[in-house]
């Protein structure tokens, strides 16, 4: 392809941008994961992530797409046949669903409209249904990225504590992580699985599981076959900074960097860009007239928002047109959202101009594309963001 001009937008909700910083760190000279110096930067690494993860627990790195995270999480603790509870909130918990399946576990979906979280009440009467406590694990996909919604994981805590029920709770946060308020400890998680390529900043290609002391007791009678997820192997080489076999080495280069700019910039002002971006988004899509497909606002996603098309109007049409006249990837409808919603990642490495560009770029797409909108939209999140910085500017000085 030609060259375009300018830096490609690519505002899908993960990969994310990755930012120059962890470009250049990965861009240096691979050295041996046996030596000293791999060692070191290890140790930093492994002891970084307590921070992201807010945990004094280990945090186990993967070689792997988020996948793997998923399958290390259920093999590591479950046995065959054991009943997980897993809800049905969008494309991403349904994958992990299938794999629970493919698995020898015997899943019991609950349902959704995939417009809404996890609800705490339905996992609570769930759960004290379940008086022989058959249910081994309940999983909740934190931030479901096909429909811009985030379910409520200190509440779901509370539910399963109410139940009095013991099962294992095991979170995905691949597209929370280091962008939406996440705390393994304080939610009492007990494993919590996560990915390189979104929140973290990096490329695909490393995953996590942070573990609970209960799941690592789980996991010393679990009897699903694992060998290359097997925690206790890699926990007990990392605590010298090594791996059981070859880690990904330049990938930690990049992440021992992005683990740094997180701390710099500080986790709270993290969360707290992530929600300014989210809620401009919102005003935009609606001074466009459009709906947000999230229909609950205290579960609205802080890293992506989806947007549902008026009806008689394709989502990948216009995001063709997006892509091809703008440059900028927008993230397509998935699974049975498919040609009904775009998505609008905004996270990672992205500040107030990154968010005005990208939605410059769809209000005069929706136009191109002939898609039936108000005008307004950026100019709607524009004022948001310049009444936020006005009331940070005085704190800023004091
Ligand atoms: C919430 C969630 N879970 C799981 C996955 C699967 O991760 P991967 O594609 O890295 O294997 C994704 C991917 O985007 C995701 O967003």
Same mark, same amino acid.
């Given at each position: ?20 910083? #962890? ?5 240096? /000279?691979? @050295? !041996?994961? =046996?030596?000293? $110096?791999? +060692? ?27 996948t ?14 054991d ?6 909130t969008?494309h ?26 996890v ?42 504590d109410?139940?009095k ?5 095991? #979170? ?5 992580? /280091?962008? @939406? !308020?996440? =705390?393994?400890? $304080?939610? +009492? ?47 007990a ?18 992440l ?45 996603s ?28 927008l ?38 594309a ?18 936020c910085?006005?009331?940070?500017a ?5």
């Open positions: 392809m030609a060259y375009r001009s300018g830096r490609h937008f690519l505002q899908i909700p993960g990969p994310t941008n990755v930012p120059d910083r #962890v470009l250049r760190a990965i861009d240096n /000279a691979t @050295i !041996d994961h =046996r030596g000293p $110096e791999f +060692g070191k930067m290890s140790l930093e690494i492994l002891d970084g992530l307590k921070a992201v993860f807010q945990t004094k627990r280990p945090v186990v790195i993967y070689p792997a797409s988020g793997g995270a998923w399958e290390a999480a259920l093999v590591n603790t479950l046995s065959p046949g009943r997980v509870l897993m809800f049905e969008g991403f918990a349904s994958l992990w669903q299938k794999m629970a399946a493919k698995l020898g576990l015997s899943v019991e979906i609950v349902p959704t409209d995939w417009r809404r979280g609800d705490p009440a339905a996992v609570e009467a769930k759960l004290k249904e379940d008086a022989q406590h058959r249910i081994k694990a309940v999983c909740v996909v934190h931030n479901e990225t096909s429909t811009g919604v985030t379910s409520r994981i200190a509440a779901i805590r509370r539910a399963i109410s139940a029920h013991p099962a294992l709770y095991m #979170v995905d946060t691949i597209s929370s992580l /280091a962008s @939406i !308020d996440y =705390r393994h400890d $304080e939610w +009492g998680v007990d494993v919590t699985v996560a990915g390189s390529q979104k929140g973290l900043m990096l490329p695909p290609g490393l995953s996590f599981n942070c573990v609970s002391e209960k799941a690592v007791e789980a996991s010393r009678s679990a009897k699903l076959p694992r060998s290359y997820w097997s925690w206790e192997e890699m926990i080489n990392n605590r010298t900074g090594y791996f059981p076999y070859t880690p990904a080495t330049n990938l930690l280069y990049g021992h960097e992005a683990l740094k700019m997180l701390a710099e910039e500080g986790l709270p002002n993290v969360f707290a860009r992530h929600a300014r971006h989210a809620e401009a988004t919102r005003r935009a899509v609606r001074a466009w007239g459009l709906e947000i497909l999230c229909a609950v606002p205290e579960e609205y802080n890293t992506l928002t989806a947007v549902t098309m008026p009806a008689g109007h394709d989502a990948d049409a216009l995001r063709k047109t997006i892509l091809e006249t703008y440059d900028m990837s993230g397509t409808g998935l699974g049975r959202l498919a040609g009904k919603v775009f998505r609008i990642g905004h996270l990672g490495d992205f500040n107030d101009l990154t968010l005005a560009g990208s939605l410059a770029g769809i209000e005069m797409g929706l136009a191109l002939n898609v039936p909108h108000k005008k307004g939209g950026v100019l709607a999140a524009l004022d948001y963001l310049s009444e910085a006005k009331q940070a005085p704190r800023k000085a004091a």
